[in-house]
Structures are given as structure tokens and as C-alpha cells.
T-cell receptor
Framework: DAGVIQSPRHEVTEMGQEVTLRCKPI?????LFWYRQTMMRGLELLIY????????DSGMPEDRFSAKMPNASFSTLKIQPSEPRDSAVYFC??????????FGNGTRLTVT | GQQLNQSPQSMFIQEGEDVSMNCTSS?????WLWYKQDPGEGPVLLIA?????ELTSNGRLTAQFGITRKDSFLNISASIPSDVGIYFC?????????FGAGTRLTVKP
């Protein structure tokens, strides 16, 4: 969907490598969310930003995960070092005011 | 996180049949949402419900916001093959949003 562009769509990397996932949302949003989806745990909220400021990062699994939003049109989720258990689909989603979440098409990460 | 009880987990139905799925929670929400996810894509919003008791339709889809604000259901009438996918409920209270585990729907032609 053109509203939220995520890259790359697929990422395969070896354990120990650094991984950076990118999100380019449409303008006008107030909130940006990072979710992780796995078969075991479904959709899990990792972190969300309000007006580019991180509000709640309690869902970030551990210190290996970090997220930034340097401006309203770009956000990154970084994993360093990556581990096989990080394999999942990572979604970026936005919200405008109180509207429902609008998701990107995700990045499928495989860590071998 | 995943704190909604969504059922059934999966459904195998014949084309033309009606489908019903629901979500329950121990918490109150002020918004209920239903999303559909196709393979390799992100969840796409189907229906949003904002008031307890609200019944909303979107084509062959009908969803209701339970009066207790702790549950919601989604019905699909006269299913077609393109209805195949995973359906998620989501309950929202301010900035807190919880998702169900999903209902995987298979439609046999």
C-alpha cells in the first residue's frame, strides 16, 4: 500500500549481523508503530512514536532492538546483533489522530 | 500484545456459505476493528466500530460492537474464494491496541 512503504520486503541474514528495517509513511500521521508478527505470538507491538517522539518501547524484546524516527517521513528499526529467534515479519503502521491503524506490507526477516 | 480471545482459529467452508467469527476480552475497549491479511501483505482494515451496540456492514461483511464493550463479531455472507485469508480482530482503548490471534479462512470452490 502506498500509504506506508517498507523496505526491504525480504531480508535474509546470518546470525550476528546487523539488520536495519525501514519505513516511509505518508505525511499527516500523528503516530507510527512497529509490530512484529510470528506464528507463535501473533502481532506484537514493539514501539510507537507520537509526532516523532518514542512514547512506549516496552514491547522491544531486548537491548539488541532499537528504533528511531529522525523525521515525520522516516523511521528505522535496527537489530544488532541479530539472532535466529528474531525471524518474523515486521510491520510499520501509522495512525492519523484517532483513526484506525494503517499497515505497510511488512519486511520478512530470516536470520540463519 | 495478543490478549483477545478470537475464535475459531480456522475455518474450512464451501463457497457460498456464511461465516461467523468473534472476539472476546476481559477488558473494555472503545473501538473494535476487523482486519484481513492476505499472504505477503499487511493487515487491511475491513470494518471499524466506535459505539457499543453498533452494527456496521461493508458489502457482504457485517460486524457488531458488543453492548458490554468486551466483544465483537464479524459475519461474512455468501463467501467467495477471494475471502480466503486471515482475519484479525483488534480492540483499542486510547493508544492501547490488542489483537486477536486471527481466524484463518479457507474457502473451497
Amino acid at each position: 500500500d502506498a500509504g506506508v512503504i517498507q523496505s526491504p520486503r525480504h531480508e535474509v541474514t546470518e546470525m550476528g549481523q546487523e539488520v536495519t528495517l525501514r519505513c516511509k509513511p505518508i505525511s499527516g500521521h500523528d503516530y507510527l508503530f512497529w509490530y512484529r508478527q510470528t506464528m507463535m505470538r501473533g502481532l506484537e507491538l514493539l514501539i510507537y512514536f507520537n509526532n516523532n517522539v518514542p512514547i512506549d518501547d516496552s514491547g522491544m524484546p531486548e537491548d539488541r532492538f532499537s528504533a528511531k524516527m529522525p523525521n515525520a517521513s522516516f523511521s528505522t528499526l535496527k537489530i544488532q546483533p541479530s539472532e535466529p529467534r528474531d525471524s518474523a515479519v515486521y510491520f510499520c503502521a501509522i495512525r492519523i489522530s484517532s483513526s484506525p491503524l494503517h499497515f505497510g506490507n511488512g519486511t520478512r526477516l530470516t536470520v540463519t | 500484545g495478543q490478549q483477545l480471545n478470537q475464535s475459531p482459529q480456522s475455518m474450512f467452508i464451501q463457497e457460498g456459505e456464511d461465516v461467523s467469527m468473534n472476539c472476546t476480552s476481559s477488558s473494555i475497549f472503545n473501538t473494535w476493528l476487523w482486519y484481513k491479511q492476505d499472504p505477503g501483505e499487511g493487515p487491511v482494515l475491513l470494518i471499524a466500530l466506535y459505539k457499543a451496540g453498533e452494527l456496521t456492514s461493508n458489502g457482504r461483511l457485517t460486524a457488531q460492537f458488543g453492548i458490554t464493550r468486551k466483544d465483537s463479531f464479524l459475519n461474512i455472507s455468501a463467501s467467495i474464494p477471494s475471502d480466503v485469508g486471515i482475519y484479525f480482530c483488534a480492540g483499542q482503548f486510547n493508544n492501547d491496541m490488542r489483537f486477536g490471534a486471527g481466524t484463518r479462512l479457507t474457502v473451497k470452490p
